[in-house]
């Protein structure tokens, strides 16, 4: 691919980064992780904006400032139901166990349409959703049967396709087990593989087989599975690589839950972390609450980069991975 044959390094790591603004408006920290680092993509959160307004000149202000001819990426976790943004003037979609309890998996392609659509007009560009998780707390997962759960993810996913506007499949290999939260620490789910291939995998395994890769990402949990590694999913080989990629066929986007839950957080510091998760395949970090850990995450892969540790090859398949996806919706990164 030419367009990344012409990037520097440091052009090519901004691109495997995503960075949680901690503002409401854009200020010189925004304008420093432009320029300074070329930052690719970001998420935001219900911090940058109280109204529609403040949303669309955040995100109009963010794309002016991208210098690098590839389309920014602007991401949030539209979920619905409990993880649902902006809900003072951005309307929350239903729960996913709502729809799945409702037995309509119609209802998901049109949620999927309609967030699509109030997404684009605040300038946002990425919803990392649907959950395809089985049986997550808090309504998140349409269902603790995976035999429920693919028509709805079915649904969603056609419902993203028609709109042009990419999704994210979460949590990989399935988190919906874990007894506690990675948010908060360390989590074990400790069921033997061909459980896990029968039961968790199978919605993941179900939309990868039958969705173009560049129409949606997977974002692989933190939780540790012993029958596959013995680290959390998203610094691991076995699981992204040997997997993800190998077993299930999947050439899209892998993007890392955030490196500072304390699943990650409390056992690996944040450069160790990123160069970890893109060794064994992710190829975008996301670091969602701290500008000085998503700086860190990057100066680790940028070194690894020049030092040889991470091959420049390894680094330009994740590059080509992340500018295939956003050019296949490229009108989606523009203002309407």
Known sequence: MALVERMGPGEKVGQMMMVGLMTPVYDENCAYLQNEFTIGNFILFDRNGDTAEDVRALTAALRQGNSSPVPLAIALDEEGGAVSRFESFLPAPPAAAELGTAGDSETARHEAQTAARELRALGITWNLAPVADLGLSDGRSYSDDPETVIPFLRAAAAGYREENFPFCLKHF????????????????????????????????????????????????????????????????????????????????????????????????????????????????????????????????????????????????????????????????????
């Open 173 to 336: 290999p399935g988190i919906g087990k874990g007894s506690a939260d990675t948010h908060d620490s360390a989590v074990t789910v400790d069921i033997p593989r061909d459980e896990l291939q029968r039961e968790d995998l199978r919605p993941f395994a179900a939309l990868i087989a039958e969705t173009p890769a560049t129409d949606f990402a997977v974002m692989v949990g933190h939780v540790r599975y012993p029958a596959l590694d013995d680290v959390p999913a998203s610094l691991s080989p076995a699981v992204i690589t040997d997997l993800l990629r190998n077993e299930l066929g999947y050439d899209g986007v892998v993007i890392t839950d955030n490196i500072t839950m304390g699943a990650v957080a409390q056992h690996y510091p944040p450069g160790e972390a990123a160069r970890r998760a893109i060794a064994a395949g992710a190829d975008i970090i996301l670091v969602s609450h701290d500008y000085g850990a998503a700086i860190e995450a990057y100066n680790a892969i940028l070194q690894a980069l020049k030092t040889g540790a991470i091959s420049e090859e390894r680094i330009d398949t994740s590059v080509k991975r992340i500018l295939r996806m956003k050019l296949a919706h490229e009108e989606t990164t523009k203002e309407r």
